[in-house]
Every structure is written in C-alpha cells, then in structure tokens.
C-alpha cells in the first residue's frame, strides 16, 4: 500500500529565507510523486513532479524537490521565501501501480512574514 | 481548452437533499476522479474512472455515487445529503498514456449541507 506523510502541518519563514517542507513516502511500487500547491480559495496547481530520470526536480516560482530512495523522502525547498508563496502545499504519492489514483498527504500550510 | 469545469461553485444542501456536482473535461482524459478536501485531511479520494463505463470507489464512497457515460462528463451525486458531506469537492483528470501525467483539478464545488 502507499502513502504520504507530510510531517509540519505549519512552517513559518521570513520573506527571503530557505522553505524546507518535509514529505515521506511509503509504496510498494515505484512511486510517482508530485507537490501541489493551493492558494487561498483557489484549486490546485502542480509545482513539480518526480519521473524517474532525475532525483532532483525542478518545478515551477523556484521550488524543487530531490526524490531519495534510501529515505523515503521527496523534501520541498525553494533558496528563498517570497511573500507570494504563502499558501497550502499538497505531498502526493499515486495509490495504485498503474498510477491512476493519487494519495494527498495532510498538507502544510507556509506562512512567509515580511 | 476550458480544462476542468465543474458547476455549481457553491451550494447549500438541507439534510436528506439529492443534487449532482457536474464535472466535464475538453482535454479527451481518460481518467477522471473526485476528491473531497476537509480541514486538516488533505483531498481524499471518492470515486474514479479510467474511460467511459468503468467507474471504481475510492477511500471515501459512501453516499455518492457516479457514473461515466461519456468520456468528458463525471458527475458526482449525492443520494441524501448529510451534514457530514459539507466540504469542498475537486474533480480532477489525467491522461491515460503516464502514471507521471499530472492530474488537472477544476476549481471546486463547496458544499454545504444544514
């Protein structure tokens, strides 16, 4: 079975500071994995993805995130916080083999104060 | 391409109430879900649909049900509406060809049942 932990329900930075949202995984597959990003009332966007041909993933507004395996962790980073990225960050792992299915972890919500 | 569009926005519902959030699709997927997000759960599954006619439960079925006739509609009904249904539904759809392939969210029906 897979699934998704996401281990800060809330992270505060300083505008201009490392994010680091944490993500740990467990399948029985080869996972695919992704971050999703909420604003506030909005839908959601995909940041990146994890597809196998590279361990760190390059997303989109700066964020990437690197896929270990011997950890179990798809870890979110972006060098330096921007006001603009206040928002809810989704960890998703797919639930089945064929990938069809996605498992959301619970979400952390990051904070960026002036 | 419109994406992902679901009707209505926003609905209140009196407890033992039917109605059907609409879910269509202009990118020719075939797979197409729904989720409900709650307060700190993250998106949890309710139904999928890997084509047309096929349809599967996910972690959260009961209440609802689904059908896809064709390949760009995937409502969601629900039967008799309980307060424990409020919250917020995503319908989202993905390509078939990758287990990679990002799944597309609409921009949400919040529900909310008296």
């Known amino acids: ?114 | 391409n419109a994406g992902v569009t679901q009707t209505p926005k926003f609905q209140v519902l009196k407890t033992g109430q039917s109605m059907t959030l609409q879910c269509a699709q202009d990118m020719n997927h075939e797979y197409m879900s729904w989720y409900r997000q709650d307060p700190g759960m993250g998106l949890r599954l309710i139904h999928y649909s890997v084509g047309a006619g096929i349809t599967d439960q996910g972690e959260v079925p009961n209440g609802y049900n689904v059908s896809r006739s064709t390949t760009e509609d995937f409502p969601l009904r629900l039967l008799s509406a309980a307060p424990s249904q409020t919250s917020v539904y995503f319908c989202a759809s993905r390509s078939d060809s990758s287990s990679y392939n990002e799944q597309f969210f609409g921009p949400g029906t919040r529900l909310t049942v008296l």
């Open chain 1, 1 to 114: 079975a897979q699934s998704v932990t996401q281990l800060d329900s809330h992270v505060s930075v300083s505008e201009g500071t490392p994010v680091l949202l944490r993500c740990n995984y467990s399948s029985s597959y080869s996972p695919s994995l992704f971050w999703y990003v909420q604003h506030p009332n909005k839908g959601l966007q995909l940041l990146l993805k994890y597809t196998s041909a590279a361990t760190l993933v390059k997303g989109i507004n700066g964020f990437e995130a690197e896929f270990k395996k011997s950890e179990t962790s798809f870890h979110l980073t972006k060098p330096s916080a921007h006001m603009s990225d206040a928002a809810e960050y989704f960890c998703v792992v797919t639930l089945t083999s064929s990938g069809y299915a996605l498992n959301f972890g619970k979400g952390t919500s990051l904070l960026v104060t002036p």
